[in-house]
């Protein structure tokens, strides 16, 4: 153990969708042709065009996703991040208490068998929380802990994006319970 208190925050792009993608493009074809019927037929397309064009940019503010992991302490915290920049909306996601882990490793990893079976065979329901990249060209790695609050008393599983200092931070604070390559970032 050590005696001076960890405190980190490390912050993931979760990335957009193609299918968010394809709803962006369709809303600007919106946009250009209500302008379009707009110069022709007069102002009464405007507030179509304004309605699409905005729309499209609050869609677009909505689908960009952040996800902050918070270390303070054994406090794990991870915030989802979304909105527009002037209205950012940050909603603490997942709440752990890091003297409850019971594994944390890279995804596929031996060491997650008694984990997920433990997980599994529960009598109440695990809990699963990706705040992951979402990218597959990007590793994850799974973490299990016992819940607190409204989850006391089910596991909680936890996919999300390791980083270096996240990393070390944790075997530092759970050692022999973290085995995550650092190579995952």
Known sequence: MHNEPISLRRTVERRIPGYIRIIQGLL?????????????????????????????WYFMGEARVLYEYRLEGYDLTVMRISGMRSRRREVAFVNLDLHNLIAAADEGAEMLEEAEKRSLSGPKRRVTYDVSAHDPARGCALLYAMGTGAEAG??????????????????????GKVMIRDENL
């Not at 089910?154 to 050692?175: G, K, M, N």
Request: hydrophobic share 55%; glycine share 8%; net charge positive.
């Open 154 to 175: 089910r596991i909680v599983r936890v996919c999300f994006q390791p980083a270096p200092d996240l990393t070390s931070a944790l075997r530092r604070l759970c050692p």
């Open 28 to 56: 600007y074809a919106s946009v250009l042709i209500f302008t379009v019927l707009g110069s022709m037929f007069g102002f009464i397309f405007l507030p179509l065009a304004l309605g699409t064009l905005f729309g499209s």
